[in-house]
């Protein structure tokens, strides 16, 4: 719970009025609770009535329409630069100005305000972070700012890449949530999808393959979710190098795929077996977001191939190779797909 304050203007006077709000929406006070409110501000020392609260953390929007967040605001409020006339200062409800010896009141009042917001949607834009750890300085290459000894709390990145920051509100929300422990990264592939392609699903399907079969070789853990791919990453080096060969892939991959969705990784490992057994050799297994089949097996197929009779081909050969494994496995100590997936039956 917190209040706000609203400047309103009627004829030739301006006047603030107080609002308390709870989450940001306005509550409704009785008029004893009012008064105990007016009370308090009348209350205040002098020194404090030549004080106003011109800037409050509130929600705004930067040009592009990404959502600048009101804690974000409230941790950037120091750092504004205003003249020295104006005796700014950080209150208990925000940027406190003196302007009692300003003559044109109301023309001051609205040009600082735009200053301020013109100021943070900048900061915001250029990626400005309080106090970050000397791992995310590192890691994430962030340099100071150095205009005054305050601002040596302030960083920002060195770098822009709108392919890491696009999906995390922009640059503050993807350094924040490095700050906040989150070491996965999420890349949309829907912005680089092969157009050439005329069925878009399989054409997702193949991207996945060709994207899981590179990444795997170099042993990124990996998962997708729809038309995103998220994976684990701990660095700018790093993240911009698995970007390069997803695209690089992406730019690359075409032909057809046929998938098949399981439940555990010993469906993976009979089918890695089967297809083989049927001439197929270009084949990769993946996880993908569904908690009732979170794999897929996949393997490139011929333009001209008929979906539907290899899949009958791959489900007589998987019963026929289940029903081997079944017959080796005797121990009966654990189901089959355990068994498979210790080791205690090897298939071949």
């Not at 306005?26 to 020392?45: F, R």
């Not at 600048?68 to 006339?85: E, H, R």
């Not at 790093?238 to 046929?258: C, F, P, W, Y």
């Amino acid at each position: 719970m917190g209040i706000q304050f609203v400047t309103r203007k009627k004829g030739n006077k301006r006047y603030m009025t107080v609002t308390p709000v709870n989450g940001g929406d306005p509550i409704v006070i009785s008029k004893d609770e009012s008064k105990l409110v007016e009370n308090y501000i009348l209350n205040l020392t002098p020194n404090q009535q030549k004080y106003i609260v011109l800037y409050t953390p509130n929600i705004i929007q930067t040009s592009d329409g990404h959502v600048i967040p009101s804690s974000w605001v409230g941790q950037m409020l120091p750092f504004i630069k205003l003249d020295s006339m104006f005796n700014q200062y950080l209150g208990e409800f925000g940027l406190e100005v003196n302007l009692s010896k300003i003559p044109d009141f109301n023309s001051w009042h609205h040009t600082l305000i735009i200053s301020i917001s013109d100021q943070l949607r900048n900061m915001f834009t250029d990626g400005y972070i309080v106090d970050p750890r000397k791992d995310i300085i590192i890691n994430w290459s962030l340099i100071p700012v150095k205009e005054s000894t305050v601002d040596s709390r302030l960083y920002h990145p060195s770098w822009k890449d709108n392919r890491i920051t696009n999906n995390y509100n922009g640059m503050v929300g993807f350094l924040l949530s490095r700050m906040q422990g989150d070491t996965s990264f999420e890349y949309n592939l829907s912005t680089n999808t092969n157009q050439e392609m005329d069925d878009v699903d399989n054409g997702i399907l193949v991207e996945r393959h060709f994207i899981a079969q590179i990444l795997g070789e170099y042993q990124c853990d990996l998962i997708f979710y729809n038309s995103y791919i998220h994976f684990g990453t701990y660095n700018l080096d790093q993240t911009q190098a698995i970007i390069a060969i997803i695209e690089d892939e992406l730019s690359q991959s075409s032909g057809k795929v046929i998938t098949f969705s399981v439940t555990r990784i010993s469906w993976l490992t009979m089918y890695k077996i089967v297809s083989k057994s049927l001439g197929y050799n270009n084949c990769v297994g993946y996880r993908i977001n569904d908690s009732q089949k979170p794999y897929t097996f996949s393997c490139i197929i011929g333009s001209d191939v008929d979906l539907k009779s290899e899949y009958s081909k791959f489900n007589i050969a998987i019963n026929q190779l289940l029903n081997e494994a079944n017959r080796q496995y005797t121990d009966k100590t654990m189901s089959i797909h355990e068994a498979i997936e210790r080791g205690a039956v090897v298939l071949t």
